[in-house]
């Protein structure tokens, strides 16, 4: 971990492109209200197969054209290289110079997987075509990736993504900081020094975090997951219990040296907004 210590410490927020009108109302005042805490960076997501391309952009010059620093997430699967030629000339054109490069997942239904496999090379394929104009951000399992067979391969995987140019990288989200103290570890073992940002998910509402845990491989401990349980549909000791178990996940990473936090909002500012208050952030 000693080479996180001594990194300037960079808090970023990440959305999802709303899909209806009163939805892009409520994100809009959701990243209104977060900018208010100075952010280094938003993020933006970008749906399976490159579905929510528009909306990403859209999103992304909105958030910038309010003045603060904004960051489009790429993914690769069941993409050309072609339509990812145009996705990447057409942020370089806008001046943005930041994007999260992920393999992504392949929309429902789809067997075929693109010119592309992994996100390694996409993040060559963005140097080749704009050289160090972008930061690019990648992705990192502190939990193992859930398709990986074997840690080493998924550290492996992760290499390659940071011997491709990547520049940073954001984890999965997680409840046990042991397992990013030991992914750190390891990762700084193979003499790679880039900063690991942990990502965080507040808990708000038990069945949509279990499900999403189960897609992604994010494992929910079993104490938490039995007082979540617990509580059955008392949301208000749901919300309270998580603010508690997320604060204090995220106050031993950041004493324990993390160079930061990033904050995966569900595009709602309340959780993560006290998370931070409660920090001293």
């Known amino acids: 971990m000693e080479s996180q210590r001594h990194r300037k410490r960079l808090y970023s927020f990440e ?35 490159g579905s929510t391309r528009e ?27 072609e339509s990812l030629r145009e996705v990447i000339a057409q942020y370089k054109d ?57 840690p080493q391969h998924d550290l492996a995987a992760f290499k390659a993504k940071i011997d491709a140019g990547a520049n940073a990288a954001i984890t999965q989200y997680f409840y046990n900081a042991d397992a990013y103290f030991h992914f750190v570890d390891a990762v700084e073992a193979m003499g790679i020094d880039v900063p690991i940002v942990p990502g965080v998910m507040p808990i708000n509402n038990f069945s949509q975090l279990a499900r999403f845990s189960d897609m992604c491989g ?6 938490i997951r039995t007082k979540l349980e617990g509580f059955g549909d008392d949301t208000a000791s749901i919300k309270a219990f998580g603010l508690d178990v997320v604060t204090e996940l995220c106050d031993r990473l950041l004493q324990g040296g993390a160079p930061g936090l990033h904050f995966y909002t569900m595009n709602m500012a309340g959780p993560s907004s006290t998370i ?6």
């Open 218 to 223: 994010a494992e929910i401990p079993r104490w």
């Open 15 to 49: 959305f999802y492109p709303p899909k209806a009108p009163e939805g892009v109302e409520k994100l809009r005042a959701t990243w209104r209200q977060l900018g208010q805490l100075n952010p280094a960076f938003f993020s933006v997501t970008y749906g399976a197969g």
């Open 94 to 150: 806008h001046g943005i110079r930041h994007i999260v490069a992920l393999r992504g997942d392949l929309p429902s239904g789809l067997a075929m997987s693109g010119e592309f496999r992994y996100a390694s090379e996409l993040v060559r394929f963005i140097r080749e075509e704009t050289g160090d104009w972008f930061q690019i951000e990648v992705a990192c399992y502190p939990e193992c990736h859930p398709q990986a067979r074997k």
């Open 55 to 81: 909306g990403t952009l859209s999103t992304v010059l909105e958030i910038r054209d309010a003045g603060y620093h904004a960051a489009p997430h790429v993914s690769c699967i069941a993409s050309s290289r």
């Open 276 to 281: 931070w208050q409660r920090l001293g952030l």
